[in-house]
């Protein structure tokens, strides 16, 4: 089983719609847990962090289920600009070390 | 704050040839330094964790000999990718973490490509 695994994608959704996206991680004692955007032919950049009692920053609204070891993004709104991959991403307790899933592209279509 | 850097952005080699690539922290120090690689489609994947002043450690399938790692300083690492070939073309993600808080911020990448 992998360690991080996402949605396969992609999703092609137009303007304005809701999309979301899911998560789920192996180790349980996985600490932190982040939504990062990347775009194509670029560094990843974090979008947000993720917290088990959930949190909203605008149009995006992450979930993290510990008992399910889920974690959820989502995109309300869509907008053109947020056509990117959404790398899902955990990280340990006391450590730098991230550890990445493969990412679900998004397309968002006028 | 928090801004690391890398160079170069991208480069063509031969095959056999070496390719140095620089990472570096502008604003802040990092006693550890991480390299990934991302081939096209998939997710980024560590190949060393660097700490200033000793060697680095190398995640499994992942060849020391061939990707060498030096953190001489507090602000820059760089990977040598030694004998290049073609199957190493691929997309070099530095990042640099940040002792106080263990956040890792990412460079910009650095595009490889071998012919």
């Known amino acids: 089983r992998k360690e991080v695994e996402q949605d396969p994608g992609p999703f092609n959704v137009p303007e304005g719609a809701t999309v979301a996206f899911n998560c789920t991680y192996s180790n349980s004692a996985s600490q932190s847990f982040f939504w990062y955007r990347q775009d194509c032919r670029k560094e990843p950049k974090l979008l947000m962090s993720?917290?088990?009692s959930g949190n909203e920053d605008g149009r995006f609204t992450a979930q993290l289920n510990r008992a399910s070891q889920y974690i959820s993004l989502l995109i309300r709104d869509s907008k053109l600009s947020d056509s990117a991959t959404y790398l899902c991403v955990v990280k340990g307790a006391g450590s730098y070390q991230l550890t990445f899933g493969k990412g679900t592209k998004l397309s968002v279509i006028p | 704050g928090a801004v690391v850097s890398q160079h170069p952005s991208w480069v063509i080699c031969k095959s056999g040839t070496s390719v140095k690539i620089e990472c570096r922290s502008l604003d802040f120090q990092a006693t550890t330094m991480f390299w990934y690689r991302q081939f096209p489609k998939q997710s980024l994947m560590l190949m060393a964790t660097s700490n200033e002043g000793s060697k680095a450690t190398y995640e499994q399938g992942v060849e020391k000999d061939k990707f060498l790692i030096n953190h001489a300083s507090l602000t820059l690492s760089t990977l040598t990718v030694t004998s290049a070939h073609p199957e190493d073309s691929s997309f070099y993600i530095c990042?640099?973490?940040?002792?106080?808080?263990?956040?890792?911020?990412f460079g910009p990448g650095t595009r490889l490509t071998v012919t």
């Open positions: 990042s640099a973490g940040r002792t106080d808080s263990y956040e890792q911020y």
């Open positions: 993720v917290y088990s």
